[in-house]
Each structure stands twice: as C-alpha cells, then as structure tokens.
C-alpha cells in the first residue's frame, strides 16, 4: 500500500521524501515497480482515482455514503462500499466541506394577521407533484449588504421548482418566488398544499389574495416551531453549508449566479438526495412519471 501511494503521487512529490515519511527504504520501492501489481493494489488505485474523480465533481461536498452511491451508479468507475470509500477519502485527504450539523430557524411573524391552520402536519411526503409545496425564506451577506432568497420546494421530489432574490424583505421576494413555481410547474386548480411559516410576508393580504386567486391552499407553521417547516429549512442548510458560506459576493447579481448554478445546475439536476434513495430531484420525477400519469 505504501509503495502503491508513493507511485500514485510522485509527479507531486519527490520520491526520496515519501519513502523517508513512510519508513520505506529507496531500494525496497524502485524494486517494487519491476515486480507486478497486485490485483487487490490496482483495485485499490481504481477506488482512489473514482472516489477523487467523483469528490471533486461534488465541488468537495459528498461524503462516503453519497461518493459509495455515485460509484455504483457510474459504469466507469470501480464500486466500492461506503466504509471503503471512507478509507480511500482518509488516505487521499479529502475531507467534505459540510461540516455542521443543520438546525432550523424561525422568521418574523405579524401578530395583528391571523396565520392559516398547519395543514400539512409535518407530513413531508407527497404522492405526486405538485401536491405539496414549502416555502422559506433566507438572507446571505455581500459586501454591498444582506440579500434575500425565497425558493419553493416540491414535497415529491425535494426539486426547488421557484426561487427568488432581492435586497428587501418585502412581499414582492415570496410573490416572485411563488410566480416562478406557478409558472414553472402549472398545478392544477384545488390539488396544490402551499405550507410556509408564520413570516409576514406569507401573511400579507397580497400573497393570501394570490393563493386564493389560484386557487392554492395555504398551510402555515405553528408559532415558533420551526420543525413544522424542515424540508424547506433544510435546503437552505444545504444551500449556505455546501455552497455560500465557502464564497463571497460583490453585490445582489453575484449572489444571484451563484445561487443559479447551485438550484438549477447542481441541486435539482447533479446533487444525490439520500431521501429519494440517492436520486436527484430531475432524476426521480423522470422515472417517477409514467407511474403518476398511470
């Protein structure tokens, strides 16, 4: 194994130095070149190059768990179970950039707006799109000052089917936010559960009147409990914690590329889902379809 490693990186390091760190001698390596590989060593090799291959396409965000899955699911590469792929990830010094658990948060609410029933019940699965959507809202910095970003996200598949960013607070951001999804996603008229907190721009005469005029039910968080609205919590979680928090933004439309490639390139179209048995969101509605149309 020692002799494997010191091949694999010697056009980054001099050989005389891995062998003194590794406690090999010079001669004991060069004889191991002329002697063949074994097949459990050019194994091992493969599971490196796939575990670095499919690391770096993550952006440095996988784990063992989703890297052992990309590995099954890519013909090319060697498969290799979950702890194995672990090792693999401590030898080569990979690392995933998440590194904090996700806690939920809570947003202003408007006490003179009476707030809608909490419909949904943290009940976070749905039989079909367009059923059940969640909404949030949150804040990322810039150094021209805080942004905001309100998504919308399908139940069925975890897809962010709307979003929106301003550098205010007010209804218009979960207006456009909730517009992108409608037009996006034409739900039919009465089968669609709209769930958000108790923030006031959800209770806004405005929005109400908008979920009213298509013909949405609303569904809101109880007070302060902001488990009652997870799945959304948890995109944004992953959002800062995979992506954000490791860049800096000049100002709102710096933000907002970045928030582009992360939703719409990444999120619905690249990025495992564990709950949806390591599946992207376009992934499984794509082969979820035929059966919902049935």
């Known amino acids: 194994m020692k002799h494997a490693w010191i ?4 056009g980054s390091f001099p050989i005389a130095l891995m062998c003194e760190l590794l406690g090999v001698s010079r001669s004991g390596y060069y004889d191991s070149i002329d002697r063949s590989v074994s097949p459990r060593a050019e194994r091992t090799a493969r599971i490196h190059a796939g575990v670095r291959q499919v690391f770096a396409e993550s952006h440095t965000i996988y784990g063992p768990a989703k890297i052992a899955e990309a590995l099954r699911e890519n013909q090319e590469l060697e498969s290799a179970c979950r702890n194995t792929v672990a090792r693999a990830m401590r030898d080569l010094g ?3 950039r ?17 707030p809608a029933p909490n ?3 943290r009940d976070f699965t749905a039989e079909r799109p367009n059923q059940k959507w969640v909404t949030d809202i949150t804040y990322l910095p810039t ?15 975890r897809k962010v089917v709307g979003w929106a960013m301003s550098d205010s607070l007010a209804t218009p951001l979960v207006s456009g936010a909730l517009r992108h999804a409608v037009q996006s996603r034409r739900p039919n008229r009465g089968e669609l559960l709209h769930h958000s907190d108790r923030g006031c721009q ?3 005469e405005g929005y109400q009147k ?12 109880r007070r302060g409990d902001c488990y009652d609205n997870a799945v959304a919590e948890r995109f944004f979680w992953s959002l800062k914690h995979e992506w954000t928090k490791h860049e800096t933004y000049d100002d709102l439309e710096a933000a907002r590329q970045s928030v582009f490639k992360y939703i719409d390139v990444f999120y619905n179209r690249q990025r495992l889902h564990q709950s949806l ?16 149309a049935a």
């Open 98 to 114: 998440v590194r904090r658990a996700f806690t939920p948060t809570t947003t202003t609410s408007d006490p003179s707006k009476r």
């Open 210 to 221: 908008t979920l009213k005029t298509l013909g949405i039910e609303c569904s809101m968080s």
């Open 277 to 292: 048995g390591y599946k992207t969101p376009e992934q499984f509605e794509a082969e979820n379809a035929p059966a919902i």
């Open 119 to 121: 419909t949904l019940g």
């Open 7 to 10: 091949t694999e990186h010697r």
């Open 202 to 204: 959800y209770t806004s």
């Open 143 to 157: 150094a021209a000052g805080w942004v905001y970003l309100a998504a919308v996200v399908d139940l069925f598949s």
């Open 94 to 96: 990979l690392k995933s």
